[in-house]
């Protein structure tokens, strides 16, 4: 069973930087393939990273691509997400997710385990 907590969300300043941290308590990460959403208040969920089950392939939104880094260590059943150069407009729950493939990792109804979030607020 796949139980995600993050954590690593708080206040920082524009153009500051944040790691997330997603552990799976379940310890069956390696089974999967992990992204990053996020959700900004009245918005709908986003997509920002994706990482496949050993860490060979990744994929990032055009909106974070060079500021933001997706990671995983299986080992530690934990991915993480790396956020650079932070702006206000990142402001937002962000979710780690769970998937058995790693197809249609852009669309949020195709995951089958999420995290409880955690809020990221970048300040002007």
């Known amino acids: 069973q796949v139980q995600l907590v993050e954590s690593g969300g708080g206040l920082v300043q524009a153009g500051g930087s944040l790691r997330l941290s997603c552990v799976d308590s379940g310890r069956t990460l390696r089974s999967y393939s992990m992204s990053w959403f996020r959700q900004a208040a009245g918005k709908e969920r986003e997509f920002l990273a994706t990482i496949s089950s050993l860490g060979g392939r990744t994929d990032y939104a055009d909106s974070v691509k060079g500021r933001f880094t997706i990671s995983r260590d299986n080992a530690k059943s934990t991915v993480y997400l790396q956020m650079n150069s932070l702006k206000p407009e990142d402001t937002a729950i962000y979710y780690c997710?769970?998937?058995?493939?790693?197809?249609?990792?852009?669309?949020?109804?195709?995951?089958?385990?999420w995290g409880q979030g955690t809020q990221v607020t970048v300040s002007s």
């Open positions: 997710a769970a998937d058995r493939t790693f197809i249609s990792y852009r669309s949020w109804t195709e995951y089958d385990y």
